[in-house]
């Protein structure tokens, strides 16, 4: 079992940046994948990135490429999201996920295994 806990989410103004961290306990991350997803209300939870166990490989959305970078800190068993030029459509809740096996479907929910509590994310126009 893996208890994951999201952090660093706010109050933001566009154009601004934040960095959410996501720790792990139970287990350690360094054989997971990991992703990030949000949810904005009334909409559908939305793959935003996500990092492989070994090689780091990452992958984005394309709503946030170039805007946010997934690192993962496995002595700590973290994993972080930057998000820099932060735009009022990014603000929704913002959750980690832990998932056993990187694949052409690692953008769906369904590849993940743990979920965090969430951690809101509003930015001001």
């Known amino acids: 079992q893996v208890q994951l806990v999201e952090s660093g989410g706010g109050l933001v103004q566009a154009g601004d940046s934040l960095r959410l961290s996501c720790a792990a306990s139970?287990?350690?991350?360094?054989?997971?994948?990991m992703g990030w997803f949000r949810q904005a209300p009334g909409k559908e939870r939305e793959f935003v990135a996500a990092?492989?166990?070994?090689?780091?490989?990452?992958y984005y959305a394309d709503s946030v490429k170039g805007r946010f970078t997934i690192s993962r800190d496995n002595a700590k068993n973290t994993v972080y999201l930057q998000m820099n030029s932060l735009k009022p459509e990014d603000t929704a809740v913002y959750y980690c996920?832990?998932?056993?096996?990187?694949?052409?479907?690692?953008?769906?929910?369904?590849?993940?295994?743990?979920w965090g509590q969430g951690t809101q994310v509003t930015v001001s126009s």
């Open positions: 139970g287990r350690t991350l360094s054989s997971y994948v």
């Open positions: 996920a832990a998932g056993r096996t990187w694949s052409t479907l690692i953008a769906t929910t369904n590849s993940y295994i743990y």
């Open positions: 990092i492989r166990s070994s090689s780091g490989i990452t």
